[in-house]
């Protein structure tokens, strides 16, 4: 882990300069992003490794340009974001495009833009993207998403792998999903894609993925089948409770887990699809308390800031640091932090210690670079959250 007293640059939030600005909105480190894909580049360099950044998690178009400028491929889930990867600059051959419902219409866009690969999820979707291929006059490079049934123990929600999701072609079925992909005039089989949960903290699943892939390998090498790439999706958890300690991953123990355990073919790529471990740390959502209430039992602090503008916390209970980054009092308090949504679930923070908090108080929500802007909506008809950049 690079921690704050290693890293070369300064976490601080620019206090002064975020207390000028209109709230809410999300504020993103670009020293922290750079170090992130700095590390990347320093774990994977000299390896048949390629990054492809899953654009879910944060589509801003300037964190979209640096990271395609930093070199990384990219993951889609639909038209919108293979049009938007376009723009930002990420190459289309570097693009894998994953999901269980790729439409007509999107299917075709990937064609016609000629995308690296297409992450397949059925038979029927297959059929579709060779009949597609077929009236375009091209060739569809696919991979298929197998489901491995392996926990990462995340989760309910984010968790992909096991047998009782709706994700991948499970194992028993592969051998004859294989065969029909190989006699399709317009499928060009390339790879196996697996992709098993996000947030996962502990490299076991991982170490698990490795060796139910190398025992496949096997298997279908011995009946004749091979595959240029393995595509191991992404997944790598962030540190939520510390982020100025941890602000980038420990990306080396991560891609040691594949060097080690992974017994990769002569001339095999492996491709990687991370998400959350590349914008998490990089973003915090900046509010301003509208007031601080009390009831019977609790005290409030209400923010401008709500769940349309960071939903983890109402959908997955899921927690992040909240700091108050303005408050000049002594004492400490219990506070539950919500936003302003009709919605009890609107709770960013149940009982947070925070030091005594006023209306005005400027209060930062760390760790929400991933899946916070990407997943804003417009519930209550309120302002979908600004953006600004350390530079
Ligand atoms: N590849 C596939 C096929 C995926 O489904 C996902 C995420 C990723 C890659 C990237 O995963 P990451 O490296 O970011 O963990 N909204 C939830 C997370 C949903 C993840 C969906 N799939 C959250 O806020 O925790």
Redesign the pocket.
Known sequence: MITRKESTFNCQLPVDELNREATPFYYYDMDVLHATLGAIKQETEGWPYVVQY?I??NGNPLILKEIASSGLGS?L?SGGEILAALEAGFQAQEMSY?GVGKTDREIKLGLEKEIGCF?VESIPELEVINQLAGEAGKTARIAIRVNPDIDAHT?K??T?GTADNKFGIPVEALESVFNQAIAMPNIDLRGLHF?IG??ITTMRPYVMLCERINQLQDDYEARGIGFDIINV?????IDYTHPDDCPVPDFKQYFDVFKQHLELRPNQQLHF?????IVGQCGTLISRVTYVKENRNKKFVILDAGMTDLI?PAL?G?RHEVQNLTSVEDGREHYDIVGPVCESSDVFASDCVLPVTRRGDLIAIRSAG??GES?ASRYNMRELPRSHFSH
């Open positions: 899953a879910k998690a993951d889930v994953s992450n989760h929600y984010i992909t992709h996000s947030q999706g992404g997944g790598l958890g699809e991370l998400g959350r471990a983890r997955y899921a991933a899946y997943m």
